[in-house]
Nanobody, 124 residues
Framework: QLQASGGGLVQAGGSLRLSCVASGRTFSNYVLGWFRQAPGKEREFVAAVRWSGGGTFYTNSVKGRFTISKEIAKKTVYLQLNSLKPEDTAVYYC???????????????????WGQGTLVTVSS
């Protein structure tokens, strides 16, 4: 089970930190990802991190602005959103899947486990 939180309304240039708390299983070989879906658009990849070892992944549009991190003891993955833009407005979802190779972490259909989503609204 994944529980996402931390969304809200923020002005352009502001920051938010999203959290995704995982429970119910061992995530040792999992990838934890963040995706987002804006109204009328398809769900898109934002960032991902390997639960064990290194490895972070970002879509180009958020590189340098967003940072994904993990706190294993709390089974929590964070997404720090800085320098937010109106086009970042979306529902943000966390997802988890085991055994993903690097080339697959950005593909939403490869993930079996999804959180409920948290809304981020960036005003101009």
């Amino acid at each position: 089970q994944l529980q996402a939180s931390g969304g809200g309304l923020v002005q352009a240039g502001g920051s938010l930190r999203l959290s995704c708390v995982a429970s119910g299983r061992t995530f040792s070989n999992y990838v934890l990802g963040w995706f987002r879906q804006a109204p009328g658009k398809e769900r898109e990849f934002v960032a991902a991190v390997r639960w064990s070892g290194g490895g972070t992944f970002y879509t180009n549009s958020v590189k340098g602005r967003f940072t994904i991190s993990k706190e294993i003891a709390k089974k929590t993955v964070y997404l720090q959103l800085n320098s937010l833009k109106p086009e970042d407005t979306a529902v943000y979802y966390c997802a988890a899947q085991s055994g993903l190779i690097a080339g697959m972490v950005s593909l939403p259909h490869k993930y079996d486990y999804w959180g409920q989503g948290t809304l981020v609204t960036v005003s101009s």
